[in-house]
């Protein structure tokens, strides 16, 4: 059985990674607090800042999944952000090309589109919003995450290395997902994250297909649940929010289902076979 390492697999998304990469790997959870989760799993502890505890923790790896990160804006210092989310991805990706380790997957965002912490002055130039829109991040958390994947595709062209940004929304976590009415009375929030959102087992899913998928280079990949988490059909909220959108990309697809995903998995579909299973319109 091959070995992954898992970076903040003690975190909230971490756990349900764990748990989904647990049942066909051998799973390193590396972090400063390692938690045993349900799952079996073997604790490394140490700091995705400093070289040798990556050194030690990537003994007898196969492959690294990177989650461990300031997990939002509001979550630290422009300054702590930066360091801990892009000095901290580099040093995973380089310790790992030292070590020989070829197949790195990392947790990427949304907000690298701009569109989540921006000035609020931010538009799509199209929609849904695909892996080949204008990245245009006005904070340092979007930054930071841009950086990352821009770090992955420098390792995967210097060393040889496969490397995969994964750009997630909003992570849910079952059972307890937000509240609806709640979430869709903040009209401006429902504009700034596109209304998207993903159950964080569907992430899971994402980051096992990343893992063993046939893959070369680098390679992002957008991960979103099916649909919006709003209640009024999607077209009817692009023309409130968005009445001069240059253009409506699948316009078939958004008749076909009234409340489908403005973010566009069509790559992660075709390349990794990636298909959210998780809704909020039908829990499970």
Same mark, same amino acid.
């Given at each position: 059985m091959k070995t992954v390492m898992i970076t903040g697999g003690s975190g909230n998304v971490g756990r349900f990674v764990v748990a989904e990469l647990?049942?066909?790997?051998?799973?390193?959870n590396f972090d400063q607090r390692p938690q045993r989760p349900?799952?079996?799993?073997?604790?490394?502890?140490?700091?995705?800042?400093?070289?040798?505890?990556?050194r030690a923790g990537m003994k007898g790896v196969d492959a690294i999944?990177?989650?461990?990160?300031?997990?939002?804006?509001?979550?630290g210092t422009p300054d702590q952000i930066i360091e801990v989310n892009v000095l901290g991805t580099h040093r995973v990706?380089?310790? +790992?090309?030292?070590? $020989?380790?070829?197949?790195?997957? &990392?947790?990427?965002? !949304?907000?690298?589109?701009?569109?989540?912490?921006?000035?609020?002055?931010?538009?799509?130039?199209?929609?849904p919003l695909d892996e080949g829109h204008p990245t245009r991040p006005a904070d340092a958390y979007g930054l930071s995450k841009l950086l990352g994947e821009e770090i992955c595709a420098a390792h995967a062209r210097r060393f040889g290395m496969t490397t995969v940004a994964l750009r997630?929304?909003?992570?849910?976590?079952?059972?307890?997902?937000?509240?609806?009415?709640?979430?869709?009375?903040?009209?401006e929030?429902?504009?700034?994250?596109?209304?998207?959102?993903?159950?964080?087992?569907?992430?899971?899913?994402?980051?096992?297909?990343?893992?063993? +998928?046939?893959?070369? $280079?680098?390679?992002?990949?957008? &991960?979103?649940?099916? !649909?919006?988490?709003?209640?009024?059909?999607?077209l009817d909220f692009i023309a409130r929010h968005f009445p001069d959108l240059?253009?409506?990309?699948?316009?078939?697809?958004?008749?076909?289902?009234?409340?489908?995903?403005?973010?566009?998995?069509?790559k992660a579909r075709t390349i990794l076979g990636y298909k959210p299973r998780y809704t909020w319109r039908k829990k499970s």
């Open positions: 647990a049942k066909t790997w051998h799973v390193v349900r799952q079996k799993s073997e604790l490394r502890e140490g700091d995705i800042l400093s070289v040798d505890d990556l999944v990177h989650l461990a990160a300031v997990p939002t804006l509001g979550a990706l380089e310790t +790992a090309a030292q070590a $020989g380790i070829k197949r790195v997957v &990392i947790a990427s965002s !949304d907000s690298t589109f701009g569109f989540v912490f921006g000035t609020g002055a931010e538009r799509p130039e199209y929609l997630y929304c909003w992570v849910w976590f079952p059972p307890d997902y937000p509240p609806i009415d709640a979430l869709i009375a903040n009209d929030n429902c504009r700034r994250t596109m209304a998207g959102y993903v159950d964080a087992r569907d992430v899971g899913q994402a980051v096992r297909r990343s893992i063993e +998928a046939d893959l070369r $280079g680098h390679e992002t990949f957008m &991960i979103s649940a099916a !649909d919006t988490y709003l209640r009024e059909p999607t240059p253009t409506l990309r699948k316009p078939v697809a958004m008749m076909g289902n009234p409340h489908v995903a403005l973010f566009d998995c069509t």
